[in-house]
Nanobody, 126 residues
Framework: VQLQACGGGLVQAGGSLRLSCAAS????????MGWFRQAPGKEREFVAG????????VYADSVKGRSTISRDNAKNTVYLQVNSLKPEDTAVYYC????????????????????WGQGTLVTVSS
C-alpha cells in the first residue's frame, strides 16, 4: 500500500488541524493504521492508532483527549484531528500502516509498521 499524507500547515496555539492520509490499493481495510510524529532533533513518536474497522483506537498520552483518529474505508483514508494545538505539537506527522493483530503494544511501536507516508509538517506558533 502507498500512503500520501496531507493537511499540515502553520497554526496558532489553541487551534486545530485535520490531517488526512490517502492510501492506494484495494486492501486498505485490512491494514491497521497509525499516526506518528517527529520533531527536530527528536525520535519518531507514536500519536494515535486505529484498527481495521475504526472501532478500536489508541492514543499517546500527549494527545489523549484532544485528538481523534478515524478512518473511512470506502475512501481509503485515515484522519487525525488535533485540537487545542500546542507549540510542542510541532513536528512532521507521518501516517503508517501494518497488517497483523490489533494490540496496544504493537500498535504504538513504529517498528511494527511496514508502510509509511512521506510526512506532512505541522507548525504551531505560540
Amino acid at each position: 500500500v502507498q500512503l500520501q499524507a496531507c493537511g499540515g500547515g502553520l497554526v496558532q496555539a489553541g487551534g486545530s488541524l485535520r490531517l488526512s492520509c490517502a492510501a492506494s490499493g484495494r486492501t486498505f481495510s485490512s491494514y491497521i493504521m497509525g499516526w506518528f510524529r517527529q520533531a527536530p532533533g527528536k525520535e519518531r513518536e507514536f500519536v494515535a492508532g486505529v484498527n481495521w474497522s475504526g472501532g478500536s483506537t489508541v492514543y499517546a498520552d500527549s494527545v489523549k483527549g484532544r485528538s481523534t483518529i478515524s478512518r473511512d474505508n470506502a475512501k481509503n483514508t485515515v484522519y487525525l484531528q488535533v485540537n487545542s494545538l500546542k507549540p510542542e505539537d510541532t513536528a512532521v506527522y507521518y501516517c503508517a500502516g501494518r497488517r497483523g493483530n490489533w494490540g496496544t503494544s504493537t500498535s504504538v511501536s513504529y517498528v511494527s509498521y511496514d508502510y509509511w507516508g512521506q510526512g506532512t509538517l505541522v507548525t504551531v506558533s505560540s
